[in-house]
């Protein structure tokens, strides 16, 4: 697709005249080209409150996907003066979102791809990658509200002859002696005290287990409490 970069230039330096600025005094506009061939475009907007200031670039994301989204070829950001200025950092994450490596920013030199700007970044494909191979255990909704409570205790189990593990989400968490007891929810059967364990972590940083004799041990987040003095594994 052809970039009428100077085209974009002036659609930038245009909206960044309405930009809200009255306390650094320093406006900035920007504009994109979107892969349908439309033109978007943003212009920095403060706040009393500096940390919740848009950049002009938020503002063409989000006329980005008010006006039917797509993907972002290329963009244009200047400064009071028209000339090109570089997006920050976070705005470089969000165009990286909205048009990946390939996507090219006006620089005074020339044009630049987001993969120049913004190396080694973090997208879709890191969550992914973990995500997809190791499927993060899932809290139902109707438990939502005691995630972090209770104790999960992992257990040995039998299943069709061989030993698994299982585990099961208790309300108490030790505490009171008059707390609420009873459980939650009960848990699979896995292979593995990993897998369980991982389960159990999912719900409750306070984690139990329990092995084949008996014995009890800490499998939990930080040092093990005294009443259970022996980490797992």
Request: aromatic content about 8%.
């Amino acid at each position: 697709m052809e970039i009428d970069w100077e085209g974009l230039r002036a659609a930038a330096t245009e909206v960044m005249r309405h930009a809200y600025v009255p306390y650094s005094k320093f406006p900035v506009g920007a504009a994109a080209l979107v892969d349908d061939g439309r033109v978007v475009v943003g212009c920095n907007v403060e706040n009393a409150g500096y940390g919740v200031t848009l950049c002009a670039e938020c503002g063409v994301v989000s006329q980005l996907h008010a006006t039917g989204g797509g993907r972002i070829v290329a963009l244009s950001c200047v400064d009071a003066t028209g000339e090109p200025l570089m997006p920050c950092g976070r705005c470089r994450q969000l165009l990286w979102e909205q048009g990946g490596p390939e996507c090219l920013v006006e620089a005074k030199g020339g044009p630049l791809r987001m993969a120049e700007l913004l190396p080694h970044a973090f997208d879709v494909a890191d969550i992914e990658a973990v995500t997809g191979e190791h499927p993060v255990p899932v809290v139902p909704d109707r438990l939502a509200a005691w995630r972090g409570r209770g104790t999960v205790f992992v257990h040995p189990d039998l299943s069709a002859g061989q030993q698994v593990w299982t585990a099961y989400w208790e309300r108490s968490s030790g505490g009171a002696e008059d707390a609420e007891t009873g459980v939650l929810e009960e848990g699979s059967t896995w292979d593995d005290t990993a897998s369980a364990i991982e389960w159990g972590l999912a719900r409750t940083p306070r984690v139990v287990v329990v092995d084949a004799s008996g014995t009890v041990f800490w499998a939990g987040e930080g040092e093990p409490p005294t009443e259970i003095p022996v980490r797992w594994g």
